[in-house]
């Protein structure tokens, strides 16, 4: 059995970029998590899977604690944090950017990063 626990379109602002502008105006970025949990989550025992509220958390210490350029970067951090204090077997990270501006209107920019337990 596989367990699978998923948070989508958590909002979590930051002053990130490439430009310098970017990084003195906070604004929004979406988190699409998607976390593969042990077998033992089907207990339906908070104890044996993640607390949402946790996780919410542990995204917002990896962006409060630093400025990142790039959203692979941002992405690989967050999903590097996840694995890193969760018993989690994967955890894969979008991170999305609605307002980014380009000569070309878009609807928002993303990375994905997928980080697998050793």
Not at 21 to 35: C, I, V
Not at 47 to 63: K, N, P, S
């Amino acid at each position: 059995m596989s367990v699978t626990v998923e948070l989508y379109g958590l909002e979590v602002p930051g002053a990130h970029g490439v430009e310098a502008a970017e990084r003195r105006t906070p604004q929004t970025f979406l988190y699409d998590l998607r976390l593969e949990v042990p077998d033992a989550a089907a207990s339906d025992r908070l104890e044996d899977t993640v607390d949402y509220r946790e996780v919410v958390r542990c995204v917002q210490g990896v962006l409060d604690g630093r400025q990142f350029q790039l959203l692979e970067a941002m992405a690989a951090a967050v999903a590097e944090a996840l694995v890193g204090r969760f018993e989690l077997e994967a955890a894969r990270v979008r991170v999305r950017k609605p307002d980014v501006q380009l000569e070309a209107p878009v609807a928002w920019t993303a990375a994905t990063v997928e980080r697998r337990r050793p």
